[in-house]
């Protein structure tokens, strides 16, 4: 999510499904950047977060997949916002079907975006990130962030990404799986290999599209 318009839909989209949905599976980076400190909750996506929580307590289930933006849950989110579990990739059925769902950053073989993954991923760069001052941490940390999401919106480095997923969605339903789930690249797409779907959820950013699953099939929605 950027600006506040593009947060307020996905708010809108929030309250929408309230009451209609089972489960929400937010596949990663729903933050530019999200960091839990011991003591300190940070100012980011407030009102979101409290429309998730107003969803999970209404009986939907929400599952949080770590992207490469927002890795740092430490437990506090889950419980603030009453999260069922965190996943880095996770296989589930879903409405009877074989789900495999992640963000798909792994798949992102870019030199920015593996440097930023790895350093982001650092216990040791948590720990001094950590000692920062939060409005200061907090800002770096966005700016960085920014920029590596710049260039994935260089069209090069998208559609080398987007071709690896299609390959690695492929692989995954001539596996035996019957929908596979992914983000990342910001390109909402879906492709059928046989009886197997490809979806890619695209964003909330300028797409505000997602996956929905409903009656046993899996279809690219837009908000
Ligand atoms: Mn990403």
Redesign the pocket.
């Known amino acids: 999510m950027g600006t506040p318009l593009a947060e307020m839909r996905f708010g809108d989209f929030l309250l929408g499904i309230k009451g209609r949905a089972k489960g929400l599976y937010v596949l ?2 729903l933050f530019e950047f999200w960091f839990e400190y011991r003591r300190v909750v940070p100012k980011i996506g407030f009102e979101i977060l409290a429309r998730m929580r107003d969803l999970a307590e209404s009986g939907t289930k929400i599952f949080l997949f770590r ?3 927002d890795i740092w849950f430490k437990g506090w989110l889950e419980q603030g916002l009453k999260v069922e579990a965190v996943f880095d990739e996770q296989e589930m059925v879903i409405d009877g079907l074989r789900v495999y769902l992640a ?3 792994a798949l ?1 073989q870019g030199f920015v ?1 593996r440097l930023f993954r790895s350093l982001m991923r650092s216990s040791i760069n948590g720990f001094l990130f950590s000692c920062l001052h939060p409005d200061i941490g907090i800002s770096l940390a966005r700016r960085i962030a920014i920029r590596s ?1 710049r260039g ?1 919106e260089e069209r090069g480095a998208a559609l080398k990404v987007q071709a690896a997923m299609v390959e690695f969605a492929r692989e995954k339903l001539a596996g035996g799986c019957d929908v596979v789930m992914l ?2 690249s910001h390109i909402p797409e879906m492709r059928r290999f046989g009886a197997g779907v490809y979806i890619n959820t695209g964003d909330w950013m300028k797409s505000f599209t997602y996956g929905m699953i409903r009656d046993g099939k899996a279809t690219l929605e837009y908000f």
């Open positions: 990663g980076d992207g490469n933006h963000h798909g950053d992102d975006p999401r994935m983000g990342h």
